[in-house]
């Protein structure tokens, strides 16, 4: 299954006077689509990252029963995002008038009599007037099936171009997730070396103490060496990162799964990543080595770079 990013871009026409297209894109910011042929409705969609799923429809009003049914398609097709919806009906160039039927001309032929025996004064009426009651009496097309048509290659579009967008972002993610990886290597090997180091400036620390404040003369030696003994061992639990590595290491398993698994991962991705930030922190605070703090620094980086985009996905 494929990871898919929430920002896309795709258009699609139909109807049944013109070629059904369709384009995608995952650039937010690809041009308008072309102009269809006369009788042709085009349906527009674009998608941005939101926490949750964010519909706006701009519909004509002549069009505004197809609401309930388009938001049915999107909620159906996508889970997270701000998508925009656009219709918009295309007619053909030139003023269009319409083929009078005969129905219409005896009923006009009729009004027009039943006027004229009451006001036989009054004009008759002129060819103008006539194709405009005409075209105003005529029923209005409407493309109902064609824009649902359209709506459903639109949304297939702007999946596809949501696929190849999180494809990219999984590289990327993956890339991070290295390097995350290489800096827990580096810190490993330095962790014992480093609470071996500061646990022995701890003990001449501690001896330097007793002999400063005469303690060593009242207390025996045996209860002295037990004492700093215990006092060095607290100290190195303290100062010990292993198992700040150790969960780091595991939540970066976990994220490389659900990268490879894909589908709507975008929010258990974005909780991985405040508790990877939350490691780093402490391995930061914790360090007692600049070695340490060094790397630290790196991973927050590494992370934050994560965090930004992981936003984007799904």
Same mark, same amino acid.
């Given at each position: 299954?494929?990871?898919?990013?929430?920002?896309?871009?795709?258009?699609?026409?139909?109807?049944?006077?013109?070629?059904?297209?369709?384009?995608?894109?995952?650039?937010?910011?690809?041009?308008?689509?072309?102009?269809?042929?006369?009788?042709?409705?085009?349906?527009?969609?674009?998608?941005?990252?939101?926490?949750?799923?964010?519909?706006?429809?701009?519909?004509?009003?002549?069009?505004?029963?197809?609401?309930?049914?388009?938001?049915?398609?999107?909620?159906?097709?996508?889970?997270?995002?701000?998508?925009?919806?656009?219709?918009?009906?295309?007619?053909?160039?030139?003023?269009? !008038?319409?083929?009078?039927?005969?129905?219409?001309?005896?009923?006009?032929?009729?009004?027009?009599?039943?006027?004229?025996?009451?006001?036989?004064?009054?004009?008759?009426?002129?060819?103008?007037?006539?194709?405009? !009651?005409?075209?105003?009496?005529?029923?209005?097309?409407?493309?109902?099936?064609?824009?649902?048509?359209?709506?459903?290659?639109?949304?297939?579009?702007?999946?596809?171009?949501?696929?190849?967008?999180?494809?990219?972002?999984?590289?990327?993610?993956?890339?991070?997730?290295?390097?995350?990886?290489?800096?827990?290597?580096?810190?490993?090997?330095?962790?014992?070396?480093?609470?071996?180091?500061?646990?022995?400036?701890?003990?001449?620390?501690?001896?330097?103490?007793?002999?400063?404040?005469?303690?060593?003369?009242?207390?025996?030696?045996?209860?002295?060496?037990?004492?700093?003994?215990?006092?060095?061992?607290?100290?190195?639990?303290?100062?010990?990162?292993?198992?700040?590595?150790?969960?780091?290491?595991?939540?970066?398993?976990?994220?490389?799964?659900?990268?490879?698994?894909?589908?709507?991962?975008?929010?258990?991705?974005?909780?991985?990543?405040?508790?990877?930030?939350?490691?780093?922190?402490?391995?930061?605070?914790?360090?007692?080595?600049?070695?340490?703090?060094?790397?630290?620094?790196?991973?927050?980086?590494?992370?934050?770079?994560?965090?930004?985009?992981?936003?984007?996905?799904?």
């Amino acid at each position: 299954m494929s990871v898919y990013s929430m920002t896309g871009y795709a258009t699609a026409t139909a109807g049944p006077s013109s070629t059904a297209e369709i384009t995608a894109s995952a650039d937010n910011l690809a041009p308008h689509p072309p102009a269809a042929a006369g009788g042709a409705v085009s349906i527009e969609l674009r998608s941005v990252n939101g926490r949750f799923l964010d519909l706006g429809l701009r519909l004509p009003d002549e069009y505004r029963a197809l609401e309930p049914a388009l938001r049915d398609l999107l909620c159906a097709a996508f889970r997270r995002g701000k998508i925009e919806l656009r219709l918009n009906v295309h007619g053909e160039s030139g003023p269009q !008038w319409p083929q009078p039927q005969p129905d219409q001309l005896n009923r006009l032929t009729r009004l027009e009599s039943v006027v004229l025996g009451w006001l036989p004064k009054a004009q008759p009426l002129s060819v103008h007037e006539v194709l405009q !009651w005409c075209k105003g009496s005529a029923p209005t097309e409407k493309l109902d099936d064609a824009a649902l048509d359209a709506a459903k290659r639109c949304i297939k579009g702007l999946k596809e171009a949501r696929a190849r967008e999180g494809e990219r972002l999984a590289a990327v993610l993956m890339e991070r997730v290295t390097r995350l990886r290489e800096l827990a290597v580096q810190a490993e090997p330095l962790v014992p070396m480093v609470v071996a180091r500061q646990q022995s400036r701890f003990l001449e620390r501690w001896q330097e103490a007793l002999a400063s404040t005469g303690a060593a003369q009242t207390i025996s030696a045996e209860a002295l060496q037990e004492r700093a003994l215990n006092e060095a061992a607290a100290y190195s639990i303290r100062i010990d990162v292993a198992e700040e590595l150790a969960r780091l290491r595991s939540h970066l398993d976990e994220v490389a799964r659900l990268l490879r698994a894909g589908g709507e991962v975008g929010k258990r991705l974005d909780f991985l990543i405040q508790e990877l930030l939350r490691e780093a922190n402490t391995l930061g605070s914790k360090a007692a080595a600049l070695e340490l703090t060094n790397i630290s620094v790196e991973m927050k980086v590494a992370i934050e770079q994560l965090r930004e985009q992981v936003q984007n996905i799904e």
